[in-house]
């Protein structure tokens, strides 16, 4: 999208449109309590933006493309008005679509499906991640997991990030499962407290192993379903070897460090190096590793008579 030339206010052209000259040519959805506040207080104090609109068309159709201040002109419709104060421009459609996009991406929250939906559409008409990373203040790869998610996710992941049941963050996560029946595990594990964002990659590796055993166990029909209740299981199961593992490598290193210790002390002995020069053995040999045990250098040479 090219730069749109920057106007003195002085020459601007603004006028009072008729609102039902008006074409909306990219709406977007809104938080209608808010949107009531906002219409209230246009009411009172009245129109303090002028919306944007494109006239190039008007000669031909009859109407002018909004470009930016649905918004407001909802607003002025709501209160029965049947005029509203405009900015006028003459652009292309391409020019005047993209430009709404943006507008609405810099009025959309970050980390909302309505942002996520505002990268799409700006990646659909053509810009790359870079570009639209650079108008987000995001970078590339954050707006392309966005997108993926709009792209891939389930409808009832997109429907829990709508309604604040978990973050966009874990919505992304889940869309990278492309098995259905995983990312349903994974947001009913969130429901309960079971899975969350720093936990995910793990309980996603058991489901994934666990689902993939299943599978190659049962040669004659479909697997079990696997539940939330058999990923708890199967974590509970995963922690308890991997606390086996730990005592057990735990018990063996304390036994390796006996040996160490004892190994240094028989060293230190006099009478058992003297013997050991006398047999050509006294070169303590090497440990491969590092320990942290003491250690003592031997001394070569005869023993003294």
Request: contains cysteine; glycine residues 6%.
């Amino acid at each position: 999208m090219s730069n749109a030339p920057i106007l003195l206010m002085k020459d601007r052209r603004r006028d009072m449109i008729p609102i039902d000259k008006i074409r909306v040519l990219n709406s977007r959805t809104r938080d209608e309590c808010q949107f009531a506040l906002n219409v209230q207080s246009i009411e009172a104090i009245g129109q303090l933006k002028d919306i944007r609109v494109n006239d190039k068309f008007f000669p031909k159709d009859g109407f002018y493309e909004l470009i930016c201040g649905e918004g407001r002109l909802i607003a002025q419709k709501r209160l029965e008005k049947t005029h509203i104060r405009a900015e006028i421009v003459t652009c292309t459609r391409k020019q005047a679509y993209l430009e709404s996009l943006v507008e609405n991406l810099a009025r959309s929250r970050p980390g909302t499906m309505d942002f996520a939906r505002e990268l799409k559409s700006l990646h659909d008409e053509g810009w790359g991640y870079d570009q639209i990373a650079l108008v987000a203040c995001r970078c590339a790869e954050y707006v392309k997991q966005y997108i993926r998610l709009i792209e891939n996710g389930e409808e009832r992941l997109i429907h829990g990030v709508e309604q604040e049941v978990f973050p966009i963050s874990f919505a992304i996560l889940v869309a990278q499962s492309d098995d259905a029946s995983i990312q349903n595990v994974l947001m009913d594990a969130f429901d309960q407290g079971i899975v969350n964002c720093q936990n995910f990659a793990r309980a996603r590796a058991i489901i994934s192993g666990r689902m993939e055993n299943r599978k190659r166990r049962d040669h004659h029909g479909a697997p079990p379903d696997y539940t939330v209740a058999s990923l708890t299981s199967d974590i509970l199961s995963t922690t308890q070897a991997k606390d086996s593992y730990v005592r057990e490598a735990q018990s063996k290193e304390g036994r390796l460090f006996m040996l160490l210790d004892n190994l240094t002390s028989l060293w230190s002995d006099e009478a058992l190096m003297n013997l050991l020069r006398e047999e050509g053995l006294a070169d303590r040999p090497e440990l491969a590793g590092t320990y942290n045990v003491a250690t003592q250098v031997t001394p070569k040479g005869p023993p003294e008579r």
